[in-house]
């Protein structure tokens, strides 16, 4: 019952049993996952050439370490013998060489995550989620109309799930308006948000964002993700560690409740602040690991991610 008293009387008792801090359980638990999904895009962009067993070591690193996938991509990669990974190799056989020994060692207990971009037909592009090498797979909804829709809805069809990859607010609103209004896509929808890559040209097939400090980067992430959280707030988001930014990207998406996706993809640098250089996404990795256990997350299993994006379970 609450107690009744006139004015002064209640105010001479507040000054007399002042108290300048309430108790601490006052204050709710934050509405932050426990669970952290760390993928890892294993790809050496910024090295001069690559090769299938490079992909295999550095991806079996980060599965060993705790990743619960790793996002597989040959796009502009060259190999020893100067072929182009992306044109001079049949996308399912390009796969194969590397999905088949990770799957041969880890079994189901990582998510294969692979683009779908490279072919000279849609079917030869579509090819790797056709043939199983894929659960995930990432396409831009800046991406032509006449390919991005078809192959959402080829991934929907074969129960591969689709990732939507957003490089700038623009392209949420495609999302929201060519695949989520019109159905196309299916709940839970996977967004994965990567920005503060420097572009090379004015106009791209996706659009781009200019991150300098981590003003800039904290702004663009909470528009985005605020954008995301009105078209439905139940989405599943991912944060890429993209460009100079590094791990400070993913240090807040991890600090937000949100999932990251670390790796020498999307960026060659440690720190935003220095040109020192990651040696290997394990080291990558490691360091999302550590961050996100000193924020009190732990990373998700292969099976707890599947879940979360709406796949099956797998043993």
């Not at 894929?134 to 909804?141: G, I, R, S, Y």
């Not at 400070?248 to 409740?257: D, E, N, R, V």
């Not at 996404?281 to 998700?300: Q, S, T, V």
Request: hydrophobic content about 45%; some cysteine; charged content about 25%.
């Amino acid at each position: 019952m609450i107690e009744k008293l006139p004015l002064w009387e209640a105010a001479k008792r507040e000054l007399e049993e002042y108290q300048f801090i309430a108790g601490a359980d006052l204050q709710p638990k934050w509405d932050v996952s426990e669970k952290v999904a760390i993928n890892c895009a294993v790809s050496g962009r910024f090295e001069d050439t690559s090769s299938f067993q490079a992909y295999v070591d550095e991806a079996t690193a980060v599965i060993e370490a705790g990743a619960c996938g790793v996002h597989i991509d040959f796009s502009f990669m060259t190999d020893a013998q100067g072929r182009r990974m992306d044109r001079d190799i049949l996308p399912v056989e390009a796969y194969k060489q590397v999905i088949e020994p990770l799957r041969a060692r880890f079994g189901k207990d990582f998510v294969p995550n692979v683009n779908v971009l490279n072919g000279t037909t849609f079917d030869m592009c579509l090819s790797p989620a056709r043939e199983g090498l894929t659960e995930v797979a990432p396409c831009a909804p800046g991406h032509p109309e006449a390919f991005a829709l078809p192959a959402v809805m080829t991934l929907e069809e074969l129960g591969v799930k689709p990732e939507l990859a957003v490089h700038s607010s623009g392209e949420i609103e495609l999302a929201k308006r060519k695949l989520i209004d019109t159905g196309i896509l299916k709940k839970p929808y996977n967004w994965l948000i990567l920005y503060g890559l420097p572009f090379n040209v004015g106009r791209t097939l996706v659009s781009g964002t200019w991150v300098s400090d981590a003003q800039d980067m904290a702004q663009h992430m909470f528009l985005m993700v605020d954008q995301i959280r009105k078209i439905d707030p139940t989405s599943v988001i991912s944060v890429c560690a993209a460009g100079r930014a590094s791990l400070y990207m993913t240090t807040l998406a991890t600090m937000m409740g949100l999932h990251i996706r670390v790796g020498t993809e999307d960026t060659p640098w440690k720190y935003p602040n220095s040109d020192v250089k990651l040696t290997s996404n394990l080291e990558m990795f490691n360091m999302a690991k550590d961050i996100a256990a000193l924020l009190g997350r732990k990373p998700a299993t292969a099976n707890e991610y599947r879940q979360l994006v709406g796949l099956a379970a797998r043993t």
